[in-house]
């Protein structure tokens, strides 16, 4: 797969995948709001889309809880179709805003995840979703 990501932010490569995090701001800049691409190997249990967003939502209830999973709806992603969900979440001390795409493609999961502070989320949703927008499969 491929994405387009700003020059301005940096790139980093995680375990299962990449982030694509955005500039400090400052000193006091806490949390750098970014887009991660995880991939998630389904050869051992091969799932449908709807199956996979069932197997998600009650993950995310768990670790969550159902409140603060604001939604979860039809989405498109590299031209297929996708899920797209919006939650809350605390992680490191920070409540954290949460909009997570996903697909199957592959006997795969490509998930992609915005992740923010909840007071800079719109300041950087733009970017965040042009970039999501930007993924496709090579």
């Known amino acids: 797969y491929s994405v ?3 020059k301005e932010w940096t790139k980093a490569a995680l375990p ?3 982030a694509f995090l955005t500039a400090k701001e400052g ?7 970014n887009v991660n691409v995880m991939v998630q190997d389904l050869d051992d249990q091969p799932m449908t889309l709807d199956q996979y967003t069932d197997f998600s939502k009650k993950q995310l209830a768990q ?3 159902d409140s603060a999973i604001m939604y979860i709806k039809p989405a498109t992603l590299a031209g297929g179709s996708a899920k797209v ?7 490191g ?7 997570q795409y ?3 493609r592959s006997k795969k999961a490509f998930v992609l995840t915005y992740t923010a502070l909840p007071a800079q989320f719109a300041k950087y949703e733009d970017t965040a979703t042009q970039l ?6 090579n």
């Open 102 to 104: 996903w697909t199957i």
């Open 85 to 91: 969900a919006m939650y809350k979440m605390n992680y």
């Open 132 to 137: 999501i927008s930007s993924f496709r499969f």
């Open 27 to 33: 000193p006091d800049d806490i949390f750098q709001e």
């Open 63 to 65: 670790m969550v809880g």
């Open 93 to 99: 001390g920070h409540l954290l805003k949460i909009k």
């Open 4 to 6: 387009d990501y700003p």
């Open 16 to 18: 299962t995948g990449v």
